[in-house]
């Protein structure tokens, strides 16, 4: 008998292959949760699909979504450093790529996929990479005994041919929260009644850019999700872009509702002086980054822009022949949303021109005909955890400046809720629905939102547990890398312990996070720099009641 037949007969007695930790998931959480746990002796493995690391911070998502800078430390911090040392030693203190790269929190595609694999090769040594390899969400595809993950099975399309993978501990780093779903862990799909968690903004909703909700608004559940797009990388320099061209499935009906749009100015929701995009910026929303690059995402005020909302329905639940069809199909939308806009008689001469004038940079996703490799997956499955993360852990309590305080935080991190249209474009609606924004203020993430109920041996940081509005804030890639760094830190503990991850200590998870510069309550004079550290934020997590605002009294910081 073959021993790969053994193992597919019992994984668990004869895996092809044995680590202490086993990630499934080639996103930055997934990175961070790798490094970490070998920097704490763990062998690990990442088993990705895609050929490339990194996920949305090498396919576009250049423009770093955190509101406050130094809310999210730890790894997060390293990489925003290494990307400030590669631009500033690269192309020299006054060069307009080094101010253009915002102290390392704007980059390039190409510049981020090298940084990711600088930080891994620090740790080559204990972490094995294993590219092209599929896991589909199916239980035969993992082993349990009794209730705990022992084993994993993936298609590798290198060698073609099936192999099993044993981990003392596993983390789910995958958007969709794959692993978890096929391990058995119960999950929320869909947005959440008004009523279930008394959450803003939850349920169906019509609301502005920056206006309150509006007419039609009902708050009702559903099984929506927000859309999907690419976050594409495009360029205006001449001899540094290609010409948007016009893709093999074309369909100009899709594209001529904007005509008139175009005529009439006519945008989404309240337009100030201040955000009136024109240009290119009618159809997308761009942030300008290093080498006359940018991050293009959706354009809010748009009816239609590179977000496409509906299909993207399946894809959580999906298997990946559907997930490749669906990423075709919006590729192939986005190419022919820029030609239309770009070639099109009857969109006005110059935006026809001004559209015209950009293109792919050239130099970016070679293998790939300049386009994304990584559709943008705001939101999968949602895990039923030990906690589940709502809007209240985000907003401030009445009467003060935080939100409540997490004893048990394994980061803290700060971005609005938000989330993009659930629906396309509807008649007489001044509003797509689905779409919201609210701010918030840094808050603290506790460890039972990685905890899944029902299956002992995994983390989960990404598919995290969570209302639709309470992911709509943790789904930002620093909360994302940090909640991987701790789910590493976790796993390494319990392997070490030869317990359970959720047996594990928090307070031992929480000084070694600290150890690692990591931040578990933000403080707008602290930082891991400064002598104490440590010290202060076990003390403000102890008794935050002492310390609700955003300043250690002086006296403290001595």
């Known amino acids: 008998m073959k021993h790969n037949e053994l193992s597919k007969s019992d994984p668990v007695m004869a895996p092809d292959y044995k680590f202490d930790v086993g990630i499934v998931g080639g996103t930055p959480s997934g990175i961070s949760a790798a490094i970490s746990a070998a920097e704490m002796g763990c062998s690990v493995v990442i088993l990705l699909r895609e050929s490339h690391l990194g996920g949305l911070l090498v396919n576009g998502l250049g423009a770093t979504d955190i509101e406050t800078r130094g809310a999210t430390t730890g790894l997060f911090t390293k990489f925003v450093d290494a990307i400030n040392n590669y631009y500033l ?38 972490v094995t990479i294993r590219r092209n390899c599929t896991f589909n969400h199916c239980s035969n595809n993992v082993s349990k005994s009794l209730d705990v993950l022992k084993a994993v099975r993936v298609q590798n399309d290198n060698k073609k041919c099936e192999e099993w993978y044993k981990a003392k501990a596993w983390i789910d780093a995958t958007y969709e929260g794959d692993l978890a779903a096929a391990a058995g862990v119960s999950y929320r799909l869909g947005r959440e009644n008004k009523e279930d968690f008394d959450e803003p903004m939850a349920g169906h909703i019509f609301k502005g850019w920056g206006t309150p909700a509006d007419v039609g608004s009902t708050g009702d559940g559903d099984h929506r999700i927000q859309s999907y797009n690419f976050r594409l990388c495009l360029s205006n320099e001449e001899k540094k872009r290609v010409p948007f061209s016009k893709p093999d499935h074309y369909d100009r009906l ?56 509906e299909e993207n329905q399946g894809w959580p639940e999906e298997n990946w022949q559907w997930r490749d069809a669906f990423a075709r199909r919006l590729r192939e939308y986005t190419q022919g949303l820029f030609y239309f806009a770009a070639n099109d008689s009857e969109v006005p001469g110059d935006l026809r021109r001004a559209v015209s004038s950009w293109g792919w940079a050239a130099d970016e996703y070679l293998d790939n005909e300049n386009f994304p490799r990584q559709v943008y997956v705001r939101e999968g499955r949602r895990i039923k955890g030990n906690y589940s993360f709502t809007a209240h852990d985000a907003l401030p309590v009445e009467n003060d400046v935080r939100p409540p305080v997490h004893i048990d935080s394994i980061t803290s991190s700060h971005y609005a809720l938000d989330s993009h249209a659930c629906r396309k474009r509807e008649p007489n609606r001044p509003h797509l629905e689905g779409f919201f924004s609210l701010q918030t203020s840094p808050y603290t993430v506790p460890i039972g939102v990685m905890l899944p109920n029902e299956v002992k041996g995994l983390l ?99």
Not at 266 to 291: A, Q, W, Y
Not at 466 to 471: E, F, Y
């Open 89 to 126: 030693e690269t192309y020299g203190p006054d060069s307009e790529a080094f101010k253009m790269c915002s102290n390392g929190y704007h980059f390039e595609p190409l510049v981020a996929e090298k940084i990711i694999e600088e930080m891994l090769s620090s740790v080559e040594d204990k």
């Open 254 to 309: 899709e594209y001529v509702s904007l005509i008139e749009d175009f005529v009439l100015k006519r945008r989404t929701g309240r337009v100030t002086s201040e955000f009136d995009p024109d240009g290119i910026g009618f159809i997308t929303n761009i942030i300008h980054l290093p080498n006359k690059k940018t991050d293009a995402n959706n354009q809010h005020l748009a009816f239609l822009s590179t977000d496409l909302p």
């Open 460 to 558: 989960v940081p990404v598919a995290a547990s969570a209302t639709h509005v309470g992911l709509s804030t943790l789904r930002m890639e620093p909360c994302w890398m940090a909640m991987g760094e701790a789910a590493g830190v976790t796993a390494a503990l319990a392997v070490g312990m030869n317990e359970d991850v959720s047996s594990v200590s928090v307070s031992e998870v929480q000084k070694k996070l600290l150890d690692r510069d990591t931040t578990l309550i933000y403080f707008k004079n602290d930082n891991p720099s400064k002598e104490g550290f440590k010290e202060r934020q076990l003390m403000a997590l102890q008794d935050p009641q002492l310390y609700s605002g955003w300043m250690f009294p002086s006296h403290v910081l001595r």
